[in-house]
C-alpha cells in the first residue's frame, strides 16, 4: 500500500524527535546530515516540533562561512510520567522526562494495602513528589503503576495477583479518584524489560527478572516483548526446577519462583538485600552457603533458558543491582551443565541496574506519547 505524503512526513518528524531527544544542542544542518534527510525536510519538522513546544531555539553557532547557524535544544521535560512500583515490601517511585531521564527517584520501605491510610500516603506522596518538582499538571503523561501481576495488554486490568500483595484493582481505581491522573499498570518483569529496551541497542534478549518473586519476558528481534495468547509468556518463576521440591504460593511443588527469588537472600539481613551482599563480601558463614545453593539453582535455571531460547539472558530485578561480579562464576556453573556455551558471553547485569521496574512503568506513557507526535 502506497503511504500517503502526510504519513511521510509524520514519519520524518517523529524520527527527528527520536533522534534529537538524544542531543543536547544541535543544528538542523547536524540533523539532516546524520538522518539522511533533506534540509527542508527538516526544516519542516522542526518548525512543527517547535509550535507544539518540544523543540526551542539555543543560540548560534559559530559560522562555518557564510550565515551563522542557529543551534536548537529539545525540551526533553515538556512532557513527563511517573512510575511507581509496587512490590511487597516497598514502592519505588521515579518521575522521568521524555528522553527517560530519571528527574527524582526514591525507594520508600511502605506496605501498600487497601486502608483508607494507605491510599492516603501514596496519593500524598504522589501529589508531593509533583509539587516538589515544580511540575504543571499539564506536563505530566500519566502514571504507570508496577505490579508482581498479569496484567491485561491495555493496562487497566489484573488478571493474577502475587498472593503476598493486598491490593486489588480498587486499590488503583481509589487512588485514580484521588490523584485525577491517567494510569495504566504492568507486569514488573515486563516493565523492567520495557526500561532494558529502552537503555540497550541489544536486540533479543531474556530479561531474567529475580527480585522477591520471580519472573521475566522475552524480547524478539524487532525489541519487542512477546506477551503469549494469555499475556503469561515469560513466567519463568512457574517452571518447575525442582520436581517435588518445596511448595510455591501458585499452588504446584518446586516451582522456580521458590529457588530463585531474592527474599531467600535478604530474609537473612531483615529484608535488606544491599546488607545480604555487604555480608557476603565479609565472607559471613550463613549468607555463602545460602548463595552458594542459590548460585547452583540460578545456573540450573540459566542453563534451562539458554537451551530454549538461545540468545542473551540479562539478570535483572533487585538482584540485577549485585549480580555483575559474579557473573563469571555463574557462566562457570552454567558451563557444567552444557559446555556449549563456553567462550560466548550469554550472561548479562542490567543496563538500568536501579528502579527499572519503575521506569519502564513511566516509559509506556513516554513512548506512547512519542508515537503520537
Ligand atoms: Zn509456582
Request: aromatic share 10%; hydrophobic share 40%.
Amino acid at each position: 500500500m502506497a503511504i500517503s505524503n502526510m504519513e511521510v512526513r509524520r514519519i520524518n518528524r517523529n524520527n527527528i524527535f527520536r533522534h534529537i531527544l538524544k542531543l543536547n544542542e544541535f543544528s538542523k544542518n547536524e540533523v539532516a546530515i546524520s538522518l539522511r534527510l533533506s534540509l527542508p525536510t527538516v526544516a519542516q519538522g522542526m518548525e512543527y516540533l517547535e509550535s507544539i513546544g518540544l523543540v526551542e531555539q539555543a543560540g548560534v553557532l559559530p559560522s562555518e562561512g557564510g550565515r551563522r547557524p542557529m543551534s536548537y535544544r529539545c525540551r526533553k521535560n515538556a512532557k513527563v510520567a511517573m512510575g511507581v512500583d509496587i512490590t511487597t515490601n516497598h514502592v519505588n517511585i521515579v518521575v522521568v522526562n521524555m528522553a527517560l531521564q530519571i528527574l527524582y527517584q526514591h525507594r520508600y520501605k511502605e506496605v501498600m494495602d487497601e486502608s483508607e491510610e494507605a491510599l492516603d500516603w501514596l496519593a500524598g506522596t504522589i501529589m508531593e513528589t509533583i509539587q516538589n518538582l515544580n511540575i504543571s499538571a499539564e506536563a505530566i503523561l500519566g502514571i504507570g503503576f508496577s505490579i508482581p501481576a498479569i496484567v491485561g495488554e491495555d493496562g487497566s486490568m489484573i488478571l493474577a495477583i502475587h498472593e503476598s500483595m493486598k491490593i486489588s484493582q480498587r486499590f488503583f481505581q481509589k487512588l485514580i479518584e484521588r490523584t485525577g491522573f491517567p494510569f495504566k499498570m504492568i507486569n514488573d518483569a515486563n516493565s523492567a524489560a520495557h526500561a532494558e529496551c529502552s537503555y540497550h541497542e541489544r536486540k533479543s534478549f531474556v530479561y531474567f527478572f529475580l527480585s522477591n518473586s520471580v519472573g521475566g519476558a522475552y524480547v524478539d528481534q524487532e525489541g519487542k516483548i512477546q506477551y503469549g495468547r494469555l499475556m503469561r509468556a515469560g513466567e519463568f518463576g512457574h517452571v518447575t526446577l525442582h520436581p517435588g521440591g518445596r511448595k510455591c504460593y501458585c499452588g504446584r511443588v518446586g516451582c522456580l519462583n521458590e529457588y530463585c527469588n531474592t527474599m531467600l537472600l535478604s530474609n537473612l539481613t531483615g529484608g535488606n538485600l544491599e546488607q545480604f551482599f555487604a555480608k557476603l563480601k565479609e565472607q559471613d558463614e550463613v549468607c555463602a552457603e545460602v548463595w552458594e545453593t542459590y548460585m547452583d539453582d540460578l545456573a540450573l535455571a540459566c542453563h534451562n533458558l539458554l537451551n530454549i531460547y538461545d540468545i542473551p539472558i540479562v539478570l535483572g530485578g533487585y538482584l540485577g543491582e549485585y549480580i555483575e561480579e559474579y557473573i563469571p562464576e555463574l557462566e562457570k556453573r552454567v558451563i557444567k551443565y552444557d559446555s556449549y556455551i563456553a567462550g560466548h558471553s550469554m550472561l548479562f547485569a542490567p543496563q538500568q541496574k536501579r528502579m527499572a521496574a519503575a521506569i519502564g512503568a513511566a516509559g509506556q506513557f513516554i513512548e506512547e506519547f512519542i508515537a503520537g507526535i
